[in-house]
């Protein structure tokens, strides 16, 4: 057991060892250690952008499935809200300001139906919203694990790993900022992936069983699909992990 002395302000790392001592901070978290809680660019890159948007249906779930990432672009335009370009000290002040506005827009805004969001900027508060949403510290953190410079993969396995998990992901912008929430009607799962040179992926999908709140133009130009009308499932990427109950063990563990 680790112990936090008394009358210290413990790190937000320090605070992940005392309350899961033997447990690894998910690399997916990592920026919540970063100084001055902020990067010098967007954590999610275009690149990136095709973890993020690829739906597909929970049939399309099965060994020698063959996916390539990137079957919407919808997703693009709602990672970020606004994409003006810097171009000196003055757009650059702005722009910091429009982040601050659009952080705090987002952050306060009404959730969706059947949806519980909180904004976190701190390990600590993240530590804390996931195990007072739970009510216990028996959870694990499951997060993907795909290469950068690879879009088409094969499925090898799919895992179940709970229904109704907490997604905490990245919100792409500087400062640090992950949206932490639950959608009720849900399924996760980790699949296995491989891609043609042979390395190995680990994809975090979620499921999604009621659609009836889902972006309807995302879905008909990637599914040709309504909201409401059939399950559809979509992955995580690197910048985001799950919170689900560990049945199975007495501390968390990451996948």
């Known amino acids: 057991m680790a112990f936090v002395s008394i009358g210290a302000i413990p790190s937000g790392e320090d605070y992940w060892k005392y309350v899961w001592p033997n447990t690894p901070l998910p690399e997916a978290f990592s920026d919540l250690l970063l100084p001055y809680g902020k990067t010098n660019s967007l954590p999610i890159r275009v690149k990136e952008l095709n973890q993020y ?11 020698g499935k063959k996916i390539v990432l990137g079957n919407t672009q919808s997703v693009a335009k709602m990672v970020r809200p606004f994409t003006e370009p810097r171009q000196g000290v003055t757009d650059s002040i702005w722009l910091e300001n429009k982040e601050r506005q659009s952080l ?14 909180h904004c976190v900027s701190s390990l600590e508060s993240m530590i804390d919203h996931v195990i007072s949403h739970f009510r216990t510290s028996k959870i694990k953190a499951i997060s993907s694990t795909f290469d950068k410079n690879e879009d088409q993969y094969v499925v090898e396995e799919v895992k179940k790993v709970g229904d109704n998990a907490v997604m905490c992901h990245r919100l792409n912008f500087e400062k640090v900022v992950f949206n932490c929430h639950q959608v009720r009607e849900t399924t996760a799962y980790v699949v296995s992936l491989a891609a043609p040179d042979g390395s190995k992926a680990k994809a975090l999908t979620v499921c999604h069983h009621d659609t009836r709140g889902m972006n309807p133009e995302l879905l008909y130009e990637a599914l040709k ?28 563990c990451v996948i």
């Open 225 to 252: 699909v309504s909201p409401g009308t059939v399950s559809v499932c979509h992955f995580i990427g690197n910048k985001a992990a799950a919170w689900v109950p560990n049945y199975s063990v007495d501390r968390p």
């Open 104 to 117: 705090d827009d987002f952050c306060n805004s009404p959730t969706a139906k059947g949806e519980h969001k």
């Open 53 to 63: 948007s690829t739906l597909f249906f929970p049939h399309d779930l099965y060994p």
